[in-house]
Structure formats: C-alpha cells, structure tokens
C-alpha cells in the first residue's frame, strides 16, 4: 500500500472514529432525556392516579388507574413528534434518491454505461445520521441570522448618528505674503492588489488536482481525475464566491474564479474539498 493510501485510509479511519464518537454521545443524552421525561411521567402518574383512586372510592366505583408501561416502551410526546417528523423527511429523502437513481439509469441505459444506483439508508442510519446534522445546521443557522441581525442594527444605528462635515480648504493666510496657505495632497504609497479572477483552463486543472486527492472520499471506483471533465457554460454563486461549474463523472463541481475554494454538489448542496497538498499533478508556474 502507496504512502498515499495509507494516508487517505488513516484519515477515514480517523473520521469514522469522530463519526461514532458523536453518535455515542447523542445516544447518551438522548438515553439521559428520556429517562427523565419517563421519571417525570411516573411522577405524574402517581399523582393523578392517588386522585382518581380517592375520587373513585368517594363515588363508589371501580378504580381504573393510568397505567405506567416500561422504560423501553415509554415515548413522551416530544419524541412522538420528533419520530413522526423524522419518518417524513426520510420518505422524502428516499424518493428523493429514487427519483434521482430512475434518472440516472435512463442516462446510462442511453450511452450503454453501467448503472450503479444510490444507496438507500436504512430509518435507523438516517436517524442517527442525518437528523443530527439537520438539527445542528439549525443551530448554526440560528447563530448566523443573530449575528446578522446585530450587524444590521448597529449599522442603522450609526447610520442614523453619521453627521456628514464636508471638507473645507484651509484659507489661512501668511502675515508676510497675504496668499492662502497650499498643503500637498496625499499620496499612498503602497500598490493596492487583488487576487485575479483565473480563467477556465486554471479552474480545470485546480479541480483536476481536487479530484486525484479525493476521488475514493467522493465515491468513485478510480481516479476521475484524467477522465472528461466539461464545463457547464455556467456560473453560480456558492458561499458567496462566484464559481466556474463543471461535471465529471456524473457528478458537479464549482470552482471559485479565484480559486479559492472547491465544492462537489451533494444531495442539492455544495460540500467543500480541499487539496492533500500530496503528488501535485501540475507544476507551479
């Protein structure tokens, strides 16, 4: 095994490691949620059954009291409710995917290329995968849209404060010459520059390296990196840089015209990747 591998099998080891880790720890609180809520179910119980059992002995009949079922069995209405959203958004996603994979198939029934369709999760990896991360991307959400909304407030707030003072020449006078005084203007002395914007060829060879360091990460059987990759006539703005989008392999790419950054679209978003900074296929200029 190349240094290479063994780097890129070290790295998802590491990754699926971090993976399980985090799912260990959801379970853990999760456990920890629930018994509570089971604790204060039972508490609740107890209470309202010793009510109905007095009221029932006031009124002389049948004591019927609520029934306490086990811990594994118990579900509080919060995780009905999150059992039932999370149900949704995974027959969402699996039509989703089969949507995609019967428009894939057609594709490569049409250009006589195997067909290699999605995976389907099963409900339980969707759960412990991808409704974490949602419920994270909503924290982080909520966190950007605070900042943003302070940002806007302070801005208004001077806005409003700003007291604009045009600039008035000096028109002080010497004693001896009685003509106004003359100041030499400013000058920077240092060059201002700017990133350029690549051009196409450069974005190509940018996601040509990208793709020989991610290739096995990104699901391909080989390295893509030498296959066609075409551009798509388009631009699009990701993460607020302005991309050359391009296709390889059946899958799409943006690169930034900066080349600053490089994203792969995955399930309708754009993930980004980065160099190895290993086997550079293209010299430096």
């Given at each position: 095994?190349?240094?290479?591998?063994?780097?890129?099998?070290?790295?998802l080891v590491k990754k699926n490691e971090k993976a399980e880790a985090r799912a260990a720890k959801a379970?853990?609180?999760a456990e920890k949620r629930h018994s509570k809520e089971y604790q204060k179910f039972v508490k609740d119980a107890d209470k309202k059954n010793k009510k109905l059992q007095a009221k029932a002995a006031k009124d002389g009949k049948p004591f019927v009291p609520i029934e306490v079922p086990e811990i594994d069995e118990f579900q509080s209405k919060r995780e009905i409710k999150a059992e039932k959203a999370c149900q949704k958004a995974y027959d969402r996603y699996v039509k989703k995917i089969e949507k995609k994979n019967a428009v894939t198939e057609k594709k490569c029934a049409k250009k006589g290329k195997?067909?290699?369709p999605m995976a389907i999760p099963t409900y339980e990896e969707f759960a412990n995968s991808s409704a974490a991360e949602k419920k994270g991307g909503k924290i982080v959400l909520a966190i950007i849209l605070t900042i943003l909304i302070i940002l806007?407030?302070?801005f208004m707030v001077m806005f409003i404060k700003f007291d604009y003072n045009p600039f008035v020449a000096d028109e002080e006078t010497t004693?001896?010459?009685?003509?106004?005084?003359v100041y030499?203007?400013?000058?920077?002395?240092?060059?201002?520059?700017t990133t350029p914007d690549y051009s196409i060829a450069d974005a190509k060879l940018y996601l040509k390296q990208v793709l020989s360091d991610n290739w096995q990460d990104l699901g391909y059987s080989s390295d893509p990196s030498n296959s066609t990759i075409s551009y798509s006539n388009r631009m699009e703005t990701i993460n607020g840089a302005d991309c050359y989008m391009f296709t390889c392999g059946g899958k799409?790419?943006?690169v930034a015209v900066k080349l600053s950054a490089c994203y792969y679209s995955n399930n309708g978003d754009y993930k980004p990747l980065t160099f190895n900074e290993t086997d550079i296929i293209f010299p430096e200029d």
């Open positions: 095994m190349s240094t290479k591998e063994e780097k890129k099998e070290a790295k379970q853990a609180a195997p067909f290699v806007l407030v302070y004693a001896a010459e009685g003509t106004p005084n030499e203007s400013y000058v920077n002395p240092h060059e201002i520059t799409t790419y943006g």
